[in-house]
């Protein structure tokens, strides 16, 4: 019952991605799977065979949700998510920084380079001017009128081996350009508004990790809760902690239940 119902919970069920994937005429072997969750699983792949004249020795495939939930048909929503990811990617194709997109895959995924790095969550060294760096990369972000939204999760931040920054993970991000159905004003106050908030979670970082270099402007900035982030905290916090405190519980019992079924095996 348990097993049946973590199904339900995770974009692809409990079984792994493809063992193997064919992209560009090149076959790419599983490594491991980065990211599971409700609505994507993120794996990466590794080229089998790589030749000299091909460039691209890792690959990540993300597979947006195409699995029903309790019944309630949510494969439109994969789609939508894999289409506004894709198009975001598009839009800062020409950023270092960002990952590559290679190519669309199946209905609901899509493959980009893997980037070479540690996330913040690692707690890797950062060299100097990290920060910088990394507020120019989001700056050019916001310039493409993209607000990034998910600078406050730390896995989202990477320090490549090239000591440079990179952001991953657009699956939330949004595009607010003067093409916008919205007025124009109500548009730019809101992309405004969007993009300070990002900029409240770069200074976040930056004075938990390194508050010696974080000058008194940015401490400002780090410490000023907008109105978007307050009702952020206020709503989506406690409903993450509810969802992991209820996911934990059903992986401990879908675990007991294994360990109950081997025990009754080995006793026959």
Known sequence: ??????????ACGRGEPARHIVIEGARYELRRVLKHDFFAATALYEIKGRSTKQKRGKIVLKTQRQR???????????????????????RLGGLEGVPHLVCRYGRAGFVYEYIEGQSFE????????????????????????????DMNKRGNILVGFDGRPYLIDFQISLYIGEDSLLPRRLSQHLRQTLQAADLYHLYKHKR????????????????ALSSPIRAHRMIATPLRKLRRAFLKAVLQKVAATDEKDDTTVGAK
């Open 68 to 90: 029903h939930f309790l019944g309630i048909p949510l494969s439109w929503l994969g789609r939508y998510l894999c289409c506004r990811e894709v198009s975001i990617l598009q």
């Open 1 to 10: 019952m348990w097993e049946g119902f973590v199904n339900h919970l995770l």
């Open 208 to 223: 938990r990790l390194c508050p010696d270099r974080l000058r008194t402007d940015e401490k400002s900035i780090s410490l």
């Open 122 to 149: 690692e707690q890797p060294e950062l060299p100097d001017g990290f920060f910088d760096q990394l507020l120019d990369l989001l700056k050019q972000v916001h310039q493409h009128k993209v607000l990034y939204l």
